[in-house]
């Protein structure tokens, strides 16, 4: 007896904090009813916001939205540093930001060194592997990490509200400045280095204490939806694979006899010019994604397929498939 294919497709998910991305797929395998979920770039436990899901095969378009740029709303408290450079972790220094000791031209000049292109060195407590150990435990095993910079482009950082204000550590009142910011950056930049530079530079160090995904390319936060919310029908709430991969790449059209070709893998006669990057191909009879190509010497050749939909011998609906390894994303918090 055949069931009706397992679900496939993207879907936009907004965590809420205290929960890990891990656990935020596995919410999404139970309700999917699918092992076969991954994502897109993690968000840290104290953050929230927007976190791509792929489901089934979709998990092939996984690879084209790690590498997306992002953007970020968060605050950075300034007279605190802790030892992960959020609020998650334990307070290492606490010199504090006397009132009107942190002026707004001191302040936005911070800020402004870390704008553009930078050489940015990850917070310690990370999901870095250092020698095939992730540095966050390494880090709490009282070892030494010495993380390599890497080269982030950092589009937009800009400061929206400030409050002076008095935090506590022990119990000992502490002046600090909270500083609220919006950034737009590439890829694999931690928000959380930013604030402890931005602090190191104004010489009062600093951690942040509320970080918010808003973006992944293309896909906003305010298309999200939240998981643990039994109303919300997930299936229905899955971006289809079509949908997603025209949003991001140009898009070619196939006739019946080319869709077929290229789903056993063969290559298509094209007039297109040679591409840089990848082309959604398109089933014009059903507008399914048949694959990511690209164009060459007259050709389209095969990027990644996506399979056609199948009907799952003897299973019932929404059964486990197989279980497939997760696509660990590049983004950062």
């Known amino acids: 007896m055949l069931e009706p294919a397992a679900p496939s497709g993207i879907i936009l998910v907004d965590k809420p904090q205290g929960i890990s991305s891990h656990r935020a797929v596995s919410i999404a395998r139970r309700r999917f009813g699918t092992r076969k979920i991954g994502h897109a770039g ?7 916001g927007l976190l791509v899901l792929g489901i089934g095969p979709s998990t092939r378009l996984l690879t084209h939205l790690v ?8 605050t950075m408290r300034l007279g605190i540093t802790t030892d992960s450079d959020d609020a998650d972790g334990t ?23 870390q704008r ?7 917070s310690t407590v990370s999901a870095i592997k250092v020698d095939g150990r992730r540095a966050y435990a390494m880090a709490r095993n009282g070892e030494t990490v010495e993380l390599a910079a890497r080269r982030v482009t950092i589009g937009r950082f800009e400061v929206t ?7 506590s550590i022990d119990g000992s009142p502490v002046p600090v400045v909270d500083v609220d910011i919006e950034i737009a950056c590439t890829s694999g930049t931690y928000v959380r280095a930013l604030a402890r530079d931005v602090g190191a530079a104004l010489g009062v160090g600093a951690h942040l204490t509320a970080l918010r995904r808003t973006s992944v390319g293309p896909f906003e936060v305010s298309d999200a939806v939240d998981l643990e919310d039994d109303d919300v029908d997930v299936v229905r709430a899955m971006l289809r694979p079509a949908d997603v991969a025209r949003r991001l790449f140009p898009e070619v059209v196939l006739d019946a006899p080319d869709t077929k070709d290229l789903s056993d893998g063969k290559r298509v006669a094209t007039d297109l010019d040679d591409t840089e990057g990848p082309v959604a191909a398109v089933s014009g009879a ?3 994604l048949i694959g990511l190509v690209s164009a060459r010497r ?4 095969v990027i990644t397929n996506f399979p056609s939909p199948q009907a799952v011998p003897g299973s019932a609906p929404g059964s486990a498939l197989r279980s497939a390894p997760d ?3 590049g983004g950062r918090a």
């Not at 007259?298 to 050749?301: A, D, H, K, V, Y």
């Open 91 to 113: 307070p290492v220094t606490w010199p504090g930001a006397l009132l009107g000791s942190i002026t707004e031209d001191a302040l936005e000049s911070a800020v402004a060194e």
């Open 286 to 288: 059903d507008d399914r």
């Open 161 to 167: 509200d400030r409050r002076d204000m008095t935090a």
């Open 116 to 122: 553009g292109v930078i050489d940015q060195v990850p």
């Open 327 to 329: 696509h660990r994303g």
């Open 67 to 74: 590498g997306l740029d992002k953007t970020y709303t968060a």
């Open 298 to 301: 007259g050709q389209f050749r």
């Open 42 to 48: 993690t968000l840290d436990p104290m953050a929230t």
